[in-house]
């Protein structure tokens, strides 16, 4: 496999008790691709992004991140924690809901994975964890404690703290459908910024205008299949299907 | 009450704390260490532990004590007194910690243990790192009062002869025949031992509440 795919999904599928939420899904991202996972709620959108990191895992299908398997070894066999917990770390996750960690502050939530994780040194991690401070507009935050924060604030902080990691990959759970109106526009200006320096990613989003700014390709999912994918201007100028002319019209 | 009766009370009042202090100290690390081997699910081992759960938390503590103290010798084990005191407390003690740190495990946000995982942190760090600064903040109140049941349950103990605060109140009116005076002190000091625990678990209970915001 060469080196410039950040995921490789083959023909992944899942199911909850007796509901499909994926059939058969393969994806491929490229080394800096933006990619934007589109779809009704219930589509199976956040469970395909989910399946990624092995939060949840599949029942058929494989997922390589930077050419190394997850989830299974080469046998098929489960992996043990540490070597999943390695490979997890190659990938970085903003959850809908931010889930930072209450007892640390703001500086320690992004220090803590580089230090325990990877075993960075301290002082080396706390300056990087400036650096990313400063890149998400929040360098005067860094000894606050995530209960003091504004949802906005919150969530940069979560971007900082997966990109502490330097993963090949971040993925973007609904990463502004938790907050209010007015501060979604700061969050996805930090995201902006990550796709013009060249940051791959994986983006569930119920945001139409930001997907097409952001994303080079866009997936739609509809009942755990993939009816269509396109570069944005054709996703959302000429779309190819019914179902996602359907989908944009309730979604202006 | 003379001066050796006052004398009395107190070592009989540091015999309760010491002995209660060092049941505490072990429960409490025994609890989480018995939460967490029956969260490991390991087969056989945990029901022993759900055996021993159950049997420590419906036996009553004289019961408990005398069982120990009279057992000690048929296995060939010499107990000394408040060693068997020790061991009564804190196999009753550690039962009910361990249920405390087994909700505290299960209440505990899967959300933030996601977000460990996702960062790559294998689930011991997760635990070490993330939820078990947080459990013990979380935990404590619940901690705190199984502390002060042990203590008012202390007494017990005295039924294998080791003289505490209660049982010191006896030998003294044994001498005066003024049974009042050494009682009311003895509850007097109780109240300022576990008046200290109210005060501490008042305080954990809104860092915990701080937490939770």
Redesign the interface.
């Known amino acids: 496999m060469p080196e410039t795919t950040a995921v490789s999904i083959r023909q992944l599928s899942k199911s909850f008790a007796d509901v499909e939420v994926l059939r058969d899904v393969n994806l491929e991202v490229a080394a800096g691709d933006v990619v934007t996972i589109l779809g009704a709620s219930g589509s199976g959108k956040s469970t395909l992004l989910r399946c990624i ?1 092995w ?1 949840e895992q599949p029942d058929r299908g494989s997922i390589h991140i930077a050419g190394e398997r997850i989830g299974l070894d080469d046998s098929g066999k489960r992996m043990g ?2 070597a999943l ?2 490979v ?6 903003v ?1 809908q ?1 931010f ?5 640390l502050n703001v500086l320690h939530n992004i220090t ?2 580089p230090i ?3 075993g960075k040194p301290r002082d080396e991690a706390e300056t990087h964890a400036r650096e990313l401070l400063a890149k998400v507009g929040l360098s005067d935050k860094a000894e606050a404690y995530p ?1 003091t924060l504004s949802g906005g604030q919150k969530q940069r902080v ?1 971007i900082a ?2 990109l502490a ?1 330097q993963p090949e990959v971040m993925l973007f759970d609904e990463p502004t459908s938790a907050l209010d109106p007015e501060l979604v526009g700061e969050v996805l200006a930090v995201i902006k910024d990550l796709s013009a320096e060249g940051y791959t990613m994986v983006i569930v989003t119920h945001e139409m205008s930001f997907a097409r700014a952001v994303s080079n390709q866009v997936v739609f999912l509809d009942k755990g299949l993939i009816v269509e994918r396109a570069d944005p201007e054709s996703f959302f100028d000429r779309p190819s299907t019914t179902r996602v002319q359907r989908f944009l019209e309730n979604h202006g | 009450m003379n001066a050796s009766a006052w004398q009395m009370l107190f070592d009989g009042a540091w015999t309760t704390l010491w002995i209660s202090a060092v049941s505490i100290a072990i429960g409490v690390v025994a609890g989480l260490i018995v939460a967490l081997i029956r969260l490991a699910r390991i087969p056989v081992l945990d029901q022993l532990l759900v055996l021993y759960i159950s049997l420590a938390r419906a036996t009553p503590l004289v019961t408990l004590a005398l069982f120990i103290f009279l057992s000690a010798p048929t296995l060939g084990i010499g107990l000394d007194r408040s060693v068997a005191g020790i061991l009564a407390l804190t196999l009753n003690t550690t039962a009910f910690n361990a249920e405390i740190w087994r909700s505290g495990f299960r209440n505990f ?1 899967r ?2 243990r ?12 997760t635990f070490r ?2 939820m078990l ?2 459990m013990m ?1 979380t935990s404590l109140p619940g901690l705190i009062n199984e502390m002060s049941f042990l203590i008012k349950g202390s007494p017990a103990i005295a039924v294998i002869g080791v003289v505490d605060l209660t049982r010191v109140t006896n030998r003294i009116s044994a001498v005066t025949y003024e049974p009042l005076p050494p009682i009311l002190v003895a509850c007097v000091l109780y109240m300022m031992i576990i008046g200290a625990l109210v005060w501490l678990q008042r305080r954990a209970e809104r860092r915990a509440n ?2 939770a ?1």
């Not at chain 1, 997890?88 to 996750?93: L, Q």
């Open positions: 990191n939060l924690a540490k917990a390695r997890r770390a190659k990938t970085g996750m959850f809901s889930n930072l960690w209450p007892h803590e994975a325990h994780v990877m209960g979560a703290r997966a990691m | 946000s959300d933030q996601e977000a460990a995982m996702a960062t790559g942190m294998t689930p011991w760090i790192r993330i600064p947080q903040i701080r937490l915001t």
